[in-house]
C-alpha cells in the first residue's frame, strides 16, 4: 500500500499535473456543478432492456475532470479497494488523453467499464473524495469517468493488450469466470503461466453475466474483456464443473500447479415461511438466470419465464432491485420492493434506487412477508405482510426490524422475487474434505496471499467473502495471482 | 460441443442416444445425471446417465419425447453435436448389498434405473425388477434390465405385452412371494407416489428419484426445490434420490406444472412448424 502512495503522489509532481493544476483555479473548479449522467427516459426505458445510462460525452467528461482538485492528500484513491491512481487518469482525462486515463486505470483494474458501472462508488471512491468529506459537496463522478475512459478505449478499436511475460508453460487453474476469477486469470497469464479458466455454466462472466441486467451492465462489454483475456493466452472451458466433471486430483495429475477458487456465493436463500414453495415464486437467482442467461423473455428462446401482473420482490439489495426492474420492463403493472428497514439502510447502489423509483417501482419499506397463498393450480395469489419498525442497531451496526404485532395485511400478487441473500456455492467445499471453512461455508484464507488451508488452493471472492461487491473479488483475484507465483516459485526453486 | 455417435429408437417417443463426453464418462456414477443445452437458443433440461463407457469416452442417454427440447434432440442424428452438455450432477445412488431389492420402473424412468440394476446386482443384491408402462411399445430396455436382474416382470396398463395391470400390482406380486429389503422406484412423479405408497404398506425402505423442472443444477437457482420431510431441499444437488417416503409428492406435481401453459404452447407450434417443414 504504501508503494501504491509514493506512485500516486510521484506522479503528481510531473510537470503536465503542474501545468494542468495552474490552469484553472481551484475556485473555479469547485464551484462547477456535478455533470449528470445522461439516461434513457424512465417512462421509455422501463419497457426496453437498453443501458439506462447512456455515458458522458468527450465535452461533459472534460468538464467533470475540471472539477478534480487533484489533491495532495487524494482520499478517494484510499476509498477504492483496489487503490487507482484516481487523480492522475481525471487529469489525463482533463488533459484529453483519454487512452492514458484508461492505460492509468488499468495499471491496477482490469475491468474498468465494468466497475464504472457496477462499483458502489457512493461507499467508496465517491465516498472518500474530498468533496464528500471536507466541501460537503457532491464528489466527483469517479466512477462515470472511470466508464467514460473505458468506453472511449474500447470504442476507439485501440485496446491495449497487457504486456505478457515468456511463457513459464506452468499450468494454473481457475475455478469459475466471474469477477474474481477473471482477474486472478489475467494476472497470472501476465506472469507467463498458462491458465485454464474452468466454469460450470455455458456462459464466462459469472455474476456479471447470469445476474446483472442488460440494462445495467451490457453482455457485449464482459465479453470484449474476455476476448482480450483469451488474445492474452487464457484458456476457457465451459460446462465443466470442477469437483464434479473433474476433481481436483485429477487435474493436480493433469499437470496444474495450482488452483484459484472464485467460485461465487451462488446458493440463494429463501425465508422458509409458509407457501414459499408455490409457482410464481422464484429465487432472483432463477429469475434473473432465465431472463439474462437463457434470454427467456424472447419468443426465439426456448426457456420458458413467468410474467405477472403484480410482481412484488422481497429484499433491498442490488439483486432486489435488478428483479424489480427486471419485472416492470416485462410488464408488470404493479412492481414493488418489499424491505424490512428503511430507505437508509437498503443496501443496494443509490444509483440503482434512483432509477427504480424514477421507474415507477413501489417501494414497500418496513413491510416482510409472512406468508403466501395460491390458487387451485397452485400459482401465487396473495401473500401476507407484517409491518415493521426499527430497533436498536444490531451487529452490521443498521437498526433491527422488529415486527409489529397485529398488523397484518394482505395483497394481491401473481409473483414473487426473492432477493435475500445468498450463500456460498457449496460444490467446491464438498469436494475437497480437508478444506478449513466457516461456520458460513465460506473458504478460509490468508487475508494477505489468499491461500486456502490446502497449500496448491487459493480462493476469494465471493466464496470467502459470501457476498460482497465485483470490485473486492477482482481485488481477491489480483492479490492470490501474486499468492500463486510465489507459491509456485517457492516449489520450482526446491525442485 | 458433444457428438452423437449413436442413436437408436426403443420406440416412436424414446430413443437411446450415446454421446461424447469423455470426462463425464470417466467420473459418473450410478444415479447421476447431465444438463444438455442443444443449440444456442435450447433450453437447458436435465436427463440420467443411463451408461457410460469410459475407454470409448461416451455417455448414454435415453430420451422421452414430452414437449419441444426433446423433440429437437430426437430429430438429431449421429455426426450432431449438442452443443452444451454439462454433468456428472447430484449425488450418486447409494449402493450397498441391501440383501433382496425391488427396482420397479415406470415410463422413462426405467433409464436411470439401468445404471441402478446393474450397480445393486455387481454388489451382490438379488434382484427384482418391475418394468412397467402404458402399452407395449412403452417397454424400453427389457434385454438389458433382464441381463442384470434375478427376474424381471413387465406390467402394461392394456395387457397388450406381461401382465395386464398397474406397476403397483407387479410390486406387490413380488412382495407378497419375497422378503423385499430395500425399493427403488423411478417413473412419472404419480407413479412414484402410488409406488411409494405401495412399498409404505410393507415398511419396505424406498429411494426415489425426482425429475423436476431445473435451469443450472449446481445448486444456484433452486427452480428444482421440493420438500422433503418438511424442509425445502434442491433436487439437483441436495438429490436427484430421496427416502420416498419424505416427498410432499402433491407439491412437486404441481411445481412440475409451473410452465405447463406454455410448455404446450410451443410444443403446439413446434409440431406445426415441424410438419410444414415436411
Ligand atoms: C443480481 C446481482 C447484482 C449485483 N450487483 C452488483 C453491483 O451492482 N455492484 C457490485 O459491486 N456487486 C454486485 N453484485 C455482487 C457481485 O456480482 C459479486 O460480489 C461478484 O460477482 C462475486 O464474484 P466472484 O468472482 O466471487 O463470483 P461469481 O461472479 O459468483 O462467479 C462464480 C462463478 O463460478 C462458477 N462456479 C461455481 N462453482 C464452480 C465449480 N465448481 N467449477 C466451475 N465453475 C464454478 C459459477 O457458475 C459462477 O459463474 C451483484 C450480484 C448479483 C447476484
Ligand atoms: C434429474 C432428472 C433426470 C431426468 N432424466 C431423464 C431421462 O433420463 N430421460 C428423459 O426423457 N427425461 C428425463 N428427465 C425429464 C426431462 O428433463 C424432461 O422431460 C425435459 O426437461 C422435458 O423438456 P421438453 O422441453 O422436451 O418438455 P417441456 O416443454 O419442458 O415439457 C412438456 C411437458 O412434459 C411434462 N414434463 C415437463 N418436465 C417434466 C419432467 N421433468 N418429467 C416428466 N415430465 C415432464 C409436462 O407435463 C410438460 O408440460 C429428467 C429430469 C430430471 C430432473
Ligand atoms: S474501481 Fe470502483 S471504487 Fe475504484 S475508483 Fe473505480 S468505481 Fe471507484
Ligand atoms: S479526492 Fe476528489 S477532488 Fe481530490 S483528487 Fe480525488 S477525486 Fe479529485
Ligand atoms: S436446478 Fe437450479 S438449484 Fe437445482
Redesign the interface.
Known amino acids: 500500500m504504501e508503494n501504491i502512495a509514493k506512485y500516486i503522489l510521484d506522479s503528481r509532481k510531473e510537470d503536465w499535473r503542474l501545468e494542468l493544476r495552474k490552469s484553472m483555479k481551484a475556485k473555479e473548479r469547485t464551484s462547477l456543478e456535478r455533470e449528470a449522467m445522461p439516461a434513457q427516459d424512465p417512462h421509455v426505458r422501463n419497457k426496453n432492456s437498453e443501458e439506462v445510462n447512456l455515458g458522458f460525452t468527450e465535452e461533459m467528461a472534460i468538464v467533470e475532470a475540471h472539477r478534480c482538485l487533484d489533491c495532495p492528500e487524494p482520499t478517494c484513491t484510499i476509498g477504492c479497494p483496489v487503490g487507482i491512481n484516481i487523480p492522475t487518469f481525471i487529469k489525463k482525462i482533463e488533459s484529453k488523453d483519454f487512452l492514458g486515463a484508461a492505460a492509468t486505470i488499468k495499471e491496477t483494474n482490469a475491468l474498468p467499464a465494468v466497475c464504472g458501472r457496477v462499483c458502489p462508488q457512493e461507499k467508496q471512491c465517491e465516498l472518500s473524495c474530498f468533496y464528500t468529506q471536507k466541501l460537503h459537496k457532491t464528489p466527483i463522478a469517479i466512477g462515470h469517468l472511470e466508464r467514460f475512459a473505458a468506453d472511449y478505449e474500447r470504442n476507439s478499436g485501440k485496446m491495449s493488450i497487457p504486456k505478457i511475460a515468456k511463457s513459464n508453460g506452468l499450468k494454473v487453474a481457475v475455478v469459475g469466470s466471474g469477477p474474481s476469477g477473471l482477474a486472478a486469470a489475467g494476472d497470472l497469464a501476465k506472469l507467463g503461466y498458462d491458465v485454464t479458466v474452468f466454469e460450470?455454466?455455458?456462459e464466462i462472466g459469472g455474476v456479471l453475466k447470469?445476474g446483472i441486467p442488460e440494462f445495467r451492465l451490457p453482455n457485449d462489454i464482459v465479453d470484449v474483456e474476455i476476448d482480450n483475456m483469451r488474445k492474452m493466452g487464457v484458456k476457457f472451458r465451459?460446462?465443466?464443473?470442477v469437483g464434479?466433471?473433474?476433481?481436483f486430483e485429477?487435474l493436480s495429475a493433469e499437470g496444474y500447479q495450482a488452483f484459484f477458487v472464485g467460485s461465487g456465493a451462488?446458493?440463494?436463500r429463501?425465508m422458509?415461511i409458509p407457501g414459499?414453495?408455490?409457482?410464481?415464486i422464484?429465487?432472483s437467482?432463477?429469475y434473473l438466470?432465465?431472463v439474462n442467461l437463457?434470454?427467456a423473455s424472447s419468443d426465439?428462446?426456448?426457456?420458458?419465464v413467468?410474467y405477472g401482473k403484480n410482481v412484488a420482490v422481497i429484499g433491498g439489495g442490488n439483486t432486489a432491485m435488478d428483479s424489480v426492474r427486471t419485472a416492470k420492463r416485462l410488464g408488470a403493472e404493479r412492481a414493488m420492493i418489499i424491505y424490512r428497514r428503511s430507505l437508509e439502510e437498503m443496501p443496494a447502489r443509490i444509483e440503482e434506487v434512483h432509477h427504480a423509483q424514477e421507474e415507477e417501482v413501489e417501494f414497500m419499506n418496513l413491510h416482510s412477508p409472512v406468508e403466501y397463498f395460491a390458487d387451485e393450480?397452485?400459482r401465487v395469489n396473495k401473500m401476507r405482510l407484517q409491518k415493521m419498525e426499527l430497533g436498536e442497531p444490531d451487529a452490521s451496526g443498521r437498526r433491527r426490524p422488529i415486527p409489529i404485532e397485529g398488523s397484518e395485511f394482505d395483497i394481491d400478487v401473481d409473483m414473487v422475487v426473492v432477493a435475500v441473500g445468498v450463500s456460498p456455492?457449496?460444490?467446491v467445499p464438498h469436494s475437497l474434505k480437508h478444506l478449513k471453512m466457516t461456520d458460513w461455508g465460506t473458504i478460509v484464507v490468508n487475508k494477505e496471499t489468499m491461500q486456502s488451508s490446502i497449500p496448491n488452493i487459493f480462493a476469494g471472492g465471493d466464496i470467502v467473502r459470501g457476498g460482497a461487491t465485483v470490485i473486492l473479488a477482482m481485488g481477491d483475484g489480483r492479490k492470490a495471482a501474486v499468492g500463486i507465483h510465489n507459491y509456485i516459485q517457492e516449489k520450482v526453486k526446491a525442485g | 460441443m458433444n457428438k452423437i455417435v449413436e442413436k437408436e429408437f426403443f420406440s416412436e417417443n424414446v430413443a437411446k442416444i450415446v454421446l461424447e463426453a469423455p470426462e463425464i464418462a470417466h467420473s459418473r456414477k450410478a444415479g447421476h445425471f447431465v444438463i444438455i443445452r442443444i443449440d444456442e437458443k435450447g433450453e437447458r433440461i436435465p436427463l440420467t446417465i443411463a451408461d457410460g463407457d469410459p475407454e470409448k469416452g461416451t455417455i448414454t442417454l435415453v430420451v422421452q419425447q414430452v414437449g419441444v427440447t426433446s423433440a429437437k434432440l430426437l430429430a438429431m442424428n449421429e455426426g450432431d453435436e449438442i452443443l452444451d452438455v454439462v454433468g456428472p450432477l447430484g449425488h450418486p445412488t447409494h449402493i450397498e448389498n441391501f440383501g433382496t431389492v425391488l427396482c420397479a420402473g415406470g415410463g422413462v424412468g426405467v433409464a436411470p434405473m439401468m445404471p441402478i440394476v446393474k450397480a445393486l446386482k455387481a454388489a451382490g443384491n438379488k434382484v427384482y425388477t418391475v418394468l412397467a408402462g402404458r402399452t407395449k411399445e412403452l417397454i424400453i430396455l427389457e434385454d438389458e434390465m433382464k441381463q442384470h436382474s434375478d427376474e424381471l416382470v413387465v406390467m402394461t396398463d392394456d395387457g397388450s405385452y406381461g401382465k395386464k395391470g398397474l406397476v403397483t400390482a407387479g410390486m406387490e406380486e413380488i412382495i407378497q412371494r419375497e422378503k423385499v429389503d430395500k425399493a427403488f422406484v423411478i417413473g412419472p412423479a404419480i407413479m412414484m407416489k402410488f409406488g411409494s405408497l405401495t412399498t409404505k404398506k410393507y415398511n419396505i425402505p424406498t429411494d426415489v428419484s425426482l425429475n423436476t423442472i431445473m435451469v443450472d443444477g449446481t445448486g444456484m437457482c433452486g427452480a428444482c426445490r421440493v420438500s422433503i420431510g418438511g424442509k425445502t431441499k434442491f433436487v439437483c444437488v441436495d438429490g436427484p434420490e430421496f427416502d420416498a417416503f419424505e416427498v410432499n409428492w402433491d407439491e412437486m406435481m404441481m411445481r412440475m406444472g409451473a410452465y405447463k401453459t406454455q410448455e404446450h404452447a410451443a410444443y403446439e407450434k413446434y409440431l406445426q412448424t415441424v410438419e410444414k417443414g415436411e
Do not use: Q, V
Open positions: 460450470a455454466l455455458h447470469y465451459t460446462d465443466f464443473i464434479k466433471t473433474a476433481s485429477d451462488g446458493l440463494p429463501f422458509n414459499e414453495n408455490y409457482n410464481g422464484f429465487s437467482n432463477e438466470t432465465r437463457m434470454k426465439e428462446y426456448d426457456t420458458p413467468l393450480n397452485g456455492n457449496p460444490i
